[in-house]
């Protein structure tokens, strides 16, 4: 990568950071322009048609995957055209990536109790809970601290999406396993001789090893869904999908709506709700006398 490439990386990277944005959004995003500068063999000076050219290469991504691409070439080259480093900004004529609405992809009660039951960690055990009770992330799992546990006013501290902090009702599985884990420190501590705790991709890591030992074959079954686990079943169980949301810490409701497109057993209840009627053999048009 040329030097000046290099310098409009690390100056994003600061622009990123004084808005405050998460390390693992400025991370993806970087990864994604080293490839990109790799594909087109320049950065700051590239067109729309290498844009174009690596948003719509052939290859396995998703249409998600390529959305997001299109997202962090969008930020960096409006920050090139913003700061005066580039006279024009290409991105300007990237197309939006359609992209299929999703489907969650839950666990079921049967697998998240062979998660729970077939050798994994206790530690392994605790944030399959906190995933599947409390509707967390890994990103959220991974630095949950003694401190962030409120059992007097039943509340669990997390920071979401965006770095906001919320508090979050403490489902009682939880508030016991509270009491098993650290109160004055990270419930899971990083190894190694590292300070602070474990990394996300950690938790994924082992609670996907916990999959692997449950037997559970399922490709598109994640750590993540355990949180689509935990919103189908609430939805199932008649709780308002506007407390849902809350709950899932979703900004914009059409987000959780995705978890309604889950059940048949609630579209099967949905139609038996309406009463059956005695239905005649005949019409009666026959006996109708019509008027002259």
């Given at each position: 990568m ?5 310098r ?15 390390d693992t ?5 970087r990864s994604?322009?080293?490839a ?13 048609f ?40 290409p ?8 992209v ?21 960690y ?11 009770y409390q509707?967390?992330r ?9 401190h962030?546990i ?10 979401v ?14 508030a016991e396993?509270?009491d098993?884990?650290?109160t004055?420190g990270y ?6 001789g590292?300070e ?37 079943d ?13 709950l899932?810490a ?19 209840a ?5 009463a059956p ?5 005949t019409?009666?048009r026959?006996?109708v006398?019509?008027?002259?």
């Amino acid at each position: 990568m040329h030097d000046r490439d290099i310098r409009a990386l690390e100056y994003f990277e600061v622009y990123q950071r004084s808005q405050h944005l998460a390390d693992t959004t400025i991370t993806n995003r970087r990864s994604i322009l080293t490839a990109f500068a790799r594909h087109a063999g320049a950065l700051v000076d590239a067109d729309v048609f290498s844009l174009r050219g690596y948003i719509g290469r052939p290859g396995p991504a998703t249409a998600g995957t390529r959305r997001t691409e299109r997202g962090a070439l969008t930020a960096f080259y409006t920050f090139l055209h913003e700061d005066g480093i580039r006279a024009d900004n290409p991105a300007l004529k990237l197309k939006p990536v359609s992209v299929p609405k999703g489907k969650p992809r839950p666990f079921t009660a049967a697998q998240i109790d062979a998660l729970l039951t077939t050798g994994a960690y206790t530690r392994t055990r605790a944030m399959i809970l906190l995933g599947y009770y409390q509707g967390f992330r890994v990103s959220s799992i991974a630095p949950v601290h003694g401190h962030d546990i409120d059992l007097t006013s039943g509340r669990i501290r997390s920071v979401v999406k965006g770095r906001k902090e919320r508090w979050f009702p403490l489902h009682p599985v939880i508030a016991e396993l509270a009491d098993t884990m650290p109160t004055d420190g990270y419930w899971f501590p990083a190894r190694g001789g590292r300070e602070g705790h474990i990394l996300p991709g950690s938790v994924t890591n082992l609670i996907t090893r916990a999959k692997k030992r449950a037997e559970i074959a399922e490709r598109k079954l994640t750590p993540h869904s355990l949180r689509h686990a935990f919103a189908t079943d609430l939805l199932e169980e008649g709780v308002d999908i506007r407390v849902v949301q809350e709950l899932l810490a979703h900004e914009h409701l059409s987000t959780t709506q995705i978890y309604t497109q889950v059940s048949e057993q609630r579209k099967d209840a949905g139609i038996r709700t309406l009463a059956p009627r005695e239905i005649a053999a005949t019409s009666g048009r026959g006996s109708v006398k019509i008027a002259a």
